[in-house]
């Protein structure tokens, strides 16, 4: 089992409101996500540093593929949010 995070972001990329999913795999996080917050403009779910899934413009999860992923990880880049080193109280 893998603890997901699911974010609600503005439109600046600052996060609004965050909740954890338990999921053994990114087809049942992406499941679980879908019923949370589903009122929220833009949801990002991840897994440690890894953006497994953003919504689109019809507010419906789409896969991020993995070379995606990498390429956001360099310095600079929107990989895991610095405001997130530390973690959220549970």
């Known amino acids: 089992m893998a603890d997901y995070r699911l974010y609600c972001v503005t439109g600046d990329g600052r996060i609004r409101l965050a909740d954890w999913i338990i999921a053994r795999s990114d087809e049942e996080a992406i499941a679980g996500a879908r019923a949370l917050r589903a009122d929220a403009r833009e949801r990002e779910l991840w897994l ?17 593929p993995a070379e995606r992923c ?18 959220l109280p549970r």
């Open 70 to 87: 990498e390429a956001e990880q360099g310095p600079g880049a929107r990989g895991a949010p610095k405001r997130m080193r530390e973690p």
């Open 48 to 64: 440690k540093a890894r953006l497994v899934a953003k919504t689109n413009a019809r507010n419906r999860f789409e896969r991020v």
